[in-house]
């Protein structure tokens, strides 16, 4: 019989399809959510995966506060951390956002070294490896952002230093337990959740057109299942302990654009809102992130971006988060 894993920020938008496929591929599942108050929201969500949540148990934990932590990591070998602090708007104060982020991280570890956990895989993200400058905007899992890079916004710099602070924790204090790093691009596709998070809110708001303009920025996109099976896959392979590994859709980087009318297109006549205006500016230059080593050495498939970016469109219209104008 194997051991209960643990997941961290159950009721998110990747924590709940991570919790769906690790019950679907019969595993006891713990999450942590910052209450049980909305305990059946989360279950709710893993039932709309298609599958039983009956292997699933909830317990509160908060990234902020050491309760919790002990319980939740009891007779845990393997600990999935997905919870992050994302603001719905860049804090005027980066240190609210960078403290929870490195403190939580670090926290989540401890509980995991202390539990005697095997492994942990982390959702870091391309944040905190390819949000400095380059020459030529090519990056693989070697790149760091520098959080000191002038005019680096609150989140991508909580990150880069919350990934470098779990990564300098298990090489000091670490002892037995491993770490995986896993580092998405913006993530898309179906939500469990029956309520806006995150990125989909860009989703919807394009769709809509209530964006006014469409940012010129080009970058990468991955679907929420694919991490979710990096995620799986990062925990199974032997050979990823003390790795981080890119995750990015098969095909090239996309814009905001470029995203937008693979939305039009797909709407058809209820596409007749979607942003197309770009704001102001120069074209953005070219951008490569490489997904090799997730592809080689996790065995790891991810769908097409524009499957992706079609079917989170579908959510969000099945899921009634769409103005029905």
Same mark, same amino acid.
């Not at 990591?73 to 104060?93: M, N, R, T, Y």
């Not at 670090?106 to 539990?115: E, H, N, Q, S, T």
């Not at 693989?140 to 520098?146: M, S």
């Given at each position: 019989?194997?051991? !209960?894993?643990?997941?961290?920020?159950?009721?998110? %938008?990747?924590? $709940?399809?991570?919790?769906?496929?690790? &019950?679907?591929? *019969?595993r006891?599942?713990?999450?942590?959510?910052?209450?049980?108050?909305?305990?059946?929201?989360?279950?709710?969500?893993?039932?709309?995966?298609?599958?039983?949540?009956?292997?699933?148990?909830? #317990?509160a934990a908060?990234?902020?506060?050491?309760?919790?932590?002990?319980?939740?990591?009891?007779?845990?070998?393997e600990?999935?951390?997905?919870? /992050?602090?994302?603001?719905?708007?860049?804090? !005027?104060?980066?240190?609210?956002?960078?403290?929870?982020?490195?403190?939580?991280?670090?926290?989540?570890?401890?509980?995991?070294?202390?539990?005697?956990?095997?492994?942990?895989?982390?959702?870091?993200?391309?944040?905190?490896?390819? %949000?400095?400058? !380059?020459?030529?905007?090519?990056?693989?899992?070697?790149?760091? $952002?520098?959080?000191?890079?002038?005019?680096? +916004?609150? %989140?991508?710099? /909580?990150?880069?230093?919350?990934?470098r602070?779990?990564?300098?924790?298990?090489?000091?204090?670490?002892?037995?337990?491993?770490?995986?790093?896993?580092? @998405? $691009?913006?993530?898309?596709?179906?939500?469990?959740?029956?309520?806006?998070?995150?990125?989909?809110?860009?989703?919807?708001?394009?769709?809509?057109? $209530?964006?006014?303009?469409?940012p010129?920025?080009?970058?990468?996109?991955?679907?929420?299942?694919?991490?979710?099976?990096?995620h799986?896959?990062?925990?199974?392979?032997?050979?990823?302990?003390?790795?981080? %590994?890119?995750? &990015?859709?098969?095909?090239?980087?996309?814009?905001?654009?470029?995203?937008a009318?693979? +939305?039009?297109?797909?709407?058809? @006549?209820? *596409?007749?809102?979607?942003?197309?205006?770009?704001?102001?500016?120069e074209? @953005?230059?070219?951008?490569?992130?490489?997904?090799?080593?997730?592809?080689?050495?996790? #065995?790891?498939?991810?769908?097409p971006?524009?499957? /992706?970016?079609?079917?989170?469109?579908?959510?969000?219209?099945?899921?009634?988060?769409?103005?029905?104008?």
């Amino acid at each position: 019989m194997s051991s !209960k894993v643990l997941v961290t920020g159950g009721s998110g %938008y990747l924590g $709940t399809q991570l919790i769906a496929a690790l &019950l679907g591929d *019969g595993r006891d599942v713990r999450a942590t959510v910052r209450s049980l108050d909305g305990e059946e929201v989360v279950r709710a969500a893993v039932r709309r995966g298609g599958v039983d949540d009956t292997a699933l148990e909830l #317990v509160a934990a908060d990234l902020s506060s050491d309760d919790g932590w002990l319980a939740a990591l009891e007779g845990v070998e393997e600990v999935h951390h997905v919870a /992050s602090p994302i603001p719905s708007a860049q804090p !005027k104060d980066p240190d609210e956002l960078i403290i929870p982020a490195r403190e939580g991280t670090v926290r989540v570890l401890k509980a995991a070294r202390d539990a005697g956990a095997r492994r942990v895989v982390l959702t870091s993200s391309f944040a905190a490896v390819g %949000y400095s400058p !380059k020459p030529v905007r090519d990056y693989t899992e070697a790149d760091w $952002t520098d959080p000191d890079t002038p005019g680096l +916004l609150p %989140y991508p710099r /909580s990150k880069a230093i919350a990934e470098r602070a779990a990564w300098d924790f298990i090489e000091s204090e670490g002892h037995d337990t491993e770490l995986v790093v896993v580092n @998405p $691009t913006f993530i898309a596709g179906p939500s469990l959740v029956a309520s806006l998070r995150s990125s989909l809110n860009g989703f919807k708001a394009i769709i809509e057109g $209530t964006m006014p303009a469409l940012p010129r920025q080009r970058f990468g996109v991955v679907d929420v299942r694919d991490v979710a099976d990096a995620h799986i896959r990062a925990m199974a392979t032997a050979d990823a302990a003390g790795k981080r %590994y890119l995750l &990015l859709a098969d095909g090239p980087t996309i814009t905001w654009l470029g995203l937008a009318q693979i +939305l039009r297109d797909h709407l058809g @006549p209820a *596409g007749e809102r979607v942003t197309t205006d770009e704001a102001p500016g120069e074209e @953005p230059s070219p951008l490569t992130i490489h997904n090799d080593r997730a592809k080689r050495e996790l #065995v790891w498939q991810p769908r097409p971006a524009t499957t /992706s970016i079609v079917e989170t469109a579908d959510s969000l219209r099945d899921l009634g988060l769409l103005d029905a104008r």
